[in-house]
């Protein structure tokens, strides 16, 4: 029996890059099995279907105030546009904020982004469009945000879309 002995060489920069697909390889799977896989609240968020009963529907909208996600209202001011974006969570109202706001329209409405913040603040503590205060300055500021924050809500609200899901034949 001839036993030669074999001398294998190893590159420290093979090895490396070895180690680093391998770690991006097992990263990658995780990451496919999280992305796929069933989560358990799942169904409890979504409006039902047409084929649910009105029982289930009601049941799904005391568990529900809002369908998750982002809703915005445009409003024009001095023919500039500005988004009113309001983000929700089944049951709260988690985010408002202004978008596409301009120097532009801050200069010409200096009152609008103090009278938003105030607004927000309120709504935060609240989680309601209820019993909203404002200064008899910002009056029409207030009423026009309330208005553009009020039809992002309506968007969002799971009882509209469970209304307009169930008919009655």
Do not use: W
């Not at 390889?25 to 896989?37: E, T």
């Not at 529900?64 to 445009?74: L, M, Q, S």
């Not at 209820?130 to 309330?146: P, R």
């Amino acid at each position: 029996m001839s036993a030669k002995t074999k001398i294998v060489v190893l590159h420290m920069k093979e090895l490396i890059y070895t180690g680093i697909f391998v770690a991006l390889g097992i990263l990658f799977v995780v990451l496919l099995i999280m992305m796929f896989s069933p989560d358990k609240e799942e169904s409890g968020g979504q409006a039902p279907t047409e084929t649910e009963s009105s029982g289930d529907a009601e049941q799904a909208s005391s568990d529900a105030v809002y369908i998750p996600g982002i809703y915005a209202t445009e409003l024009v001011l001095g023919g500039q546009t500005v988004d009113v974006e309001v983000i929700v969570e089944k049951d709260a109202i988690t985010s408002i904020r202004l978008v596409n706001l301009s120097e532009a329209v801050t200069t010409m409405y200096p009152l609008l982004q103090p009278t938003f913040d105030s607004i927000c603040t309120q709504i935060y503590e609240t989680q309601s469009l209820e019993g909203i205060t404002y200064t008899s300055d910002s009056k029409y500021t207030s009423l026009v945000l309330l208005e553009a924050i009020q039809n992002s809500l309506d968007k969002a609200s799971a009882i509209t879309e469970l209304t307009e899901d169930i008919t009655i034949d």
